[in-house]
């Protein structure tokens, strides 16, 4: 099984500031068959980005996923309000797993 | 408008049974892959399986191994999860999810409470 793990836990930022999340795979992801998710309280999850870097429909440009092998990137340039929640990094290259998770949160 | 709608969820007391359904439209769900996936109550994603269109299942967690059974009806847009042999650490929300290079569209959720 390949374990993802996420860094930093929480993110503390300001609107306007750019988030950096980690996601780093205990072995090598398949074709980056990466995807990241952003989840509110109360929702469903939403998928941002699928096979490491491409936007998934209807998400801003502001995000952009990086990475391959067994280490990855989502990127948020400038952060708006309704960004701050949790993402989650998936990988679906041998069977599916999930990151523990980061949280965005405003400071 | 692709829609999924979980149902089947509830309390039941540890080693019992649910069956969870996930009713699909607005897509030709015969086309895709479709994929279970839970969340404890404060923590994070859990994928419990997927199935192919043609209905192979593959069960991501080791801990539902033998215990779950996932299965579709391309007939009536339906995706199923029969849960048996329960235990406490099952209580979580389950989503019923498209797949589609990642889960693109989710349901609401049902809840599944395993306690004495």
């Known amino acids: 099984e390949i374990v993802l793990t996420q860094s930093p836990g929480t993110l503390s930022l300001s609107p306007g500031e750019r988030a950096t999340l980690s996601c780093r795979a205990s072995q090598s992801v398949r074709s980056n068959y990466l995807a990241w998710y952003q989840q509110k309280p109360g929702q469903a999850p939403r998928v941002i980005i699928y096979?490491?870097?491409s936007r998934a429909t209807g998400i801003p440009d502001r995000f952009s996923g990086s990475g391959s092998g067994t280490d990855f990137t989502l990127t948020i340039s400038r952060l708006e309000p309704e960004d701050f929640a949790v993402y989650y990094c998936?990988?679906?290259?041998?069977?599916?797993?999930f990151g523990q998770g980061t949280k965005v949160e405003i400071k | 408008q692709v829609h999924l709608v979980e149902s089947g969820g509830g309390l039941v007391k540890p080693g019992g049974s649910l069956r969870l359904s996930c009713a699909a439209s607005?897509?030709?769900?015969?086309?895709?892959?479709m994929t279970w996936i839970r969340q404890a109550p404060g923590k994070g994603l859990e994928c419990v399986s997927y199935i192919s269109q043609s209905g192979s299942p593959i069960y991501c967690a080791d801990s539902v191994k033998g215990r779950f059974t996932i299965s579709r009806d391309n007939a009536k847009n339906s995706l199923f999860l029969q849960l048996n042999s329960l235990r406490p650490e099952d209580t979580a929300v389950y989503y019923c999810?498209?797949?589609?290079?990642?889960?693109?569209?989710w349901g609401q959720g049902t809840l599944v409470t395993v306690s004495s």
């Open positions: 999810a498209r797949w589609n290079a990642g889960a693109d569209y």
């Open positions: 607005g897509f030709s769900f015969s086309d895709y892959y």
């Open positions: 998936q990988q679906y290259g041998s069977s599916w797993t």
């Open positions: 096979d490491a870097s």
